[in-house]
């Protein structure tokens, strides 16, 4: 058999979504592609974390959308979804809220009907808040018993401070008063027209889009919602005692810019080289030379007003310091060795076919609209990422580790056990 040839895109040509400006002012965006028989349909509400009033109130609010309505129990919901193949899925970060609608096109009218309850009709019953919470408060204590987590959220606390919105951590013990009232009042306030846009991807003909128009276009009125962000209050290192554990959790980076900034991308080159792939500078050291870890990312993380440079890695209790001192020097290698074209085309590589792997299909590329919606541009957006990420250089590679990767501007947090045993 003969292996076929590799072709590395030079550019990638995205359809442009169409924007259809509903009565209530909710935007919806269309991304026909005929040849595949189904339809999602995602609503992306500006409804994350920053915006609860009460701890926990925005991931309680959008899981237990499905939990009953005024019409069905959540038994029923979930039935009405299995019977026609239909998936539902929630996913909830610190800006934003998405909730998404996957159907066979033949079905599309029972499953908008089912999201309609869902999404407009929510009855939040007292029972299944209940459950809710004892199930996450239970899942969360065990969770803050990693040292994984342990380091994630010192690390947050470190870049923006304690009492960022960006920051904070909530106790666990706070699922035991959040109320039905508080759930409500997330949603009444949050989930309306003004804090929505939608993005409709797949077979979409008259019918379809009507009905997904339709169904958009009953979400209330409201206002847009803002949060006040204070300036960040970054701390530079943080060390986090875990009493026995045989592993230490390491996170490296820094606050920097979130994706509209002109660096970006070449940052994200940047961290790419050092640990956005298995054979990455970092991979090749902690792990192929000395076996610290079984693996090591980085990567830049772009929230709505914030950005920043992150690495994570867990390694053996008793090499902690030495696996610190291995990941400073390779940093400071980027900083002070020009990379060779070889290592950075293989990175550009990467990179592309990445970006070609999250595109593959209707529901990736609605995927990459929403991301392209949320950064204030459009698709064409694409092509021009892929051509700066070409046209990055070693001395740019160089320059911009040097400019923003200097040792006494990075913060390090980590979670182990202090005596190195």
């Given at each position: 058999?003969?292996?076929?040839p ?21 935007a ?22 920053v ?14 959308l ?90 947050a ?85 875990h ?25 994200q ?22 076996g ?45 060795e ?84």
């Amino acid at each position: 058999m003969k292996q076929p040839p590799l072709q590395i895109p030079d550019t990638i040509d995205l359809p442009a979504a169409e924007r259809v400006a509903l009565p209530n002012g909710t935007a919806l965006y269309l991304l026909p592609a005929d040849e595949f028989e189904v339809l999602r349909v995602t609503f992306v509400f500006r409804a994350g974390t920053v915006h609860q009033r009460v701890p926990f109130a925005a991931s309680a609010t959008a899981n237990l959308l499905a939990e009953g309505s005024d019409r069905l129990t959540a038994r029923e919901i979930a039935e009405q979804l299995d019977y026609y193949g239909s998936y539902y899925d929630v996913s909830v970060d610190r800006d934003f809220v998405y909730l998404s609608f996957a159907t066979l096109s033949r079905y599309f009218r029972e499953t908008l009907a089912t999201a309609a309850e869902i999404l407009l009709h929510p009855a939040f019953p007292e029972p299944e808040l209940r459950t809710y919470c004892a199930k996450r408060r239970q899942e969360l204590a065990i969770e803050r018993t990693k040292v994984e987590t342990e380091a994630r959220e010192a690390f947050a606390r470190c870049l923006f401070g304690a009492n960022h919105p960006y920051g904070v951590s909530s106790p666990a013990e706070a699922y035991d008063t959040l109320a039905r009232s508080d759930v409500e009042a997330h949603y009444r306030r949050l989930y309306t027209a003004e804090n929505c846009f939608v993005v409709c991807s797949g077979r979409i003909g008259d019918a379809e889009r009507a009905a997904v128009a339709a169904l958009a276009g009953r979400l209330p009125r409201g206002t847009r919602a803002e949060v006040l962000f204070p300036a960040p209050e970054t701390t530079h290192e943080a060390r986090i005692a875990h009493a026995g554990a045989v592993q230490s959790s390491i996170r490296i980076g820094r606050l920097l810019f979130p994706r509209q900034h002109p660096d970006f991308l070449g940052m994200q080159v940047v961290a790419a080289a050092l640990g956005g792939y298995f054979g990455s500078r970092l991979m090749r050291t902690l792990r192929e030379e000395h076996g610290y870890t079984y693996g090591v990312s980085a990567a830049m993380v772009n929230f709505e007003r914030e950005g920043y440079f992150a690495l994570a890695t867990q390694v053996g209790t008793e090499v902690t310091e030495d696996a610190l001192k291995l990941i400073y020097e390779q940093i400071e290698r980027l900083r002070t060795e020009q990379m060779e074209e070889a290592e950075l085309a293989l990175v550009q590589n990467i990179l592309a076919g990445e970006m070609m792997r999250i595109l593959d299909g209707p529901f990736g590329i609605a995927d990459a609209t929403i991301e392209n919606i949320l950064c204030g541009t459009d698709n064409s957006a694409i092509a021009e990422n892929l051509r700066r990420i070409r046209a990055v250089a070693p001395a740019d590679v160089q320059r911009l580790a040097a400019r923003y990767l200097r040792r006494e501007d990075l913060v390090t947090a980590v979670a182990g056990d202090p005596s190195g045993k």
